[in-house]
């Protein structure tokens, strides 16, 4: 396998930021270096508290050389932390350590730590410098890449939001092995979407290679998860802030996935959501007639077979559930861009799903 150490993002033409790949987080204190030359610049390490537990020392001894001062925000760990409230205790920690624009914030942890993080350095002083540090396999592979920035409003999944593109992305391939099975198989949400959109090889790789991925196999993961920074990349260089239609793809599984996240009162994981929801929306894709029942039964089998999916209630409210998709921000009127599979690997926009499709791919899931 080849393995490139960085992947750089390019936005017409001209190199925004890299994503690097190490094994520990030494190589933070190289950026840290090039980045604040002079020494006169504060750093802010924003990170949840169980993530903050294992790394934060870590991240504190590299950056106390490189800032004129470091601190850290540690927030409740949770989506339930993904809100204003916990922006607005940030704000008030910034102003009170007099951060300026030319400081710079580090969002330590998972999606729900990047998103909050990130949305905080666009509207902090009309945006200031951050970096996304992902620990999780979701946010190696998603959250952290394309500068989409936010934080649930209400019961609203990501309702509040802005594109804020980082300085660096760093992933160390090693906090994958903190992560609890859980965790990791939420990741592997967002991993069988970016195949199931854009790359068809991919997908079959990761069928074939799904038990050296269950036991953490350092190389089979550093493809993978590479693999998927490509795609993503891909996508949002084409359409960095969503205006032409090239990045919705990335919401394949989402739509009906948010709905189910929503309704469950987040009780299950986002990734375990977006699993189920890229299911359903097979479902959907096969009775537009895209997608053949043999390629629905093999996504299905991989998912359901190997991504520890909790179980639906049975006596869920199917219709309140679809109801939620028309408050999504991604509902345009009365329609709803829904993304379906046009066969394995090729995602299509189709803003022709009515609810009664949404309603029949629930009872199809829960019959199964």
């Not at 610049?41 to 020392?57: E, F």
Request: glycine letters at 6%; proline letters at 2%; aromatic letters at 10%.
């Amino acid at each position: 396998m080849s393995f490139n150490k960085s992947l750089p993002i390019y936005f017409e033409g001209n190199k925004i930021y890299d994503i690097v790949y190490s094994d520990s987080f030494s190589e933070l204190e190289v950026f840290f270096k090039s980045y604040n030359s002079e020494n006169a610049r504060k750093l802010c390490i924003v990170s949840d508290s169980k993530v903050a537990s294992y790394y934060m020392d870590a991240i504190l001894d590299i950056a106390k050389n490189s800032f004129s001062n470091v601190i850290s925000y540690v927030f409740p760990e949770g989506e339930e932390s993904k809100n204003l409230d916990t922006v607005k205790d940030l704000y008030v920690k910034l102003i009170e350590e007099h951060f300026t624009r030319k400081d710079l914030l580090l969002a330590l942890g998972g999606g729900v730590t990047g998103d909050m993080c990130g949305y905080t350095a666009a509207t902090y002083l009309r945006g200031i410098d951050f970096i996304q540090v992902p620990t999780s396999l979701l946010a190696d592979v998603d959250s952290s890449i394309g500068g989409k920035t936010g934080v649930d409003f209400e019961k609203y999944k990501n309702m509040v939001g802005a594109f804020h593109m980082p300085k660096l992305v760093y992933i160390n391939m090693s906090t994958i092995s903190s992560l609890d099975k859980r965790q990791f198989y939420s990741g592997m949400g967002e991993v069988i979407k970016s195949a199931l959109i854009k790359d068809k090889e991919l997908y079959y790789w990761i069928r074939d290679n799904i038990s050296s991925l269950d036991s953490l196999s350092s190389e089979s993961l550093e493809y993978m998860i590479y693999k998927c920074n490509i795609i993503k990349k891909n996508v949002v260089e084409q359409d960095p802030h969503e205006t032409k239609g090239e990045r919705a793809l990335l919401n394949y599984g989402h739509t009906l996935g948010h709905a189910l996240e929503k309704y469950m009162n987040f009780e299950f994981l986002h990734g375990e959501c977006v699993s189920i929801g890229c299911i359903l929306a097979a479902y959907i894709s096969r009775d537009k007639g895209l997608l053949s029942e043999a390629d629905v039964q093999d996504i299905e089998g991989l998912i359901r077979e190997h991504f520890n999916l909790p179980d639906i209630p049975k006596n869920i409210d199917i219709k309140e559930i679809v109801k939620f998709t028309h408050n999504d921000k991604k509902a345009e009127g009365n329609s709803i861009k829904f993304i379906l599979l046009d066969g394995i690997g090729n995602a299509v926009i189709n803003t022709e799903v009515s609810d009664a499709d949404m309603e029949k791919a629930f009872k199809d899931y829960l019959e199964r």
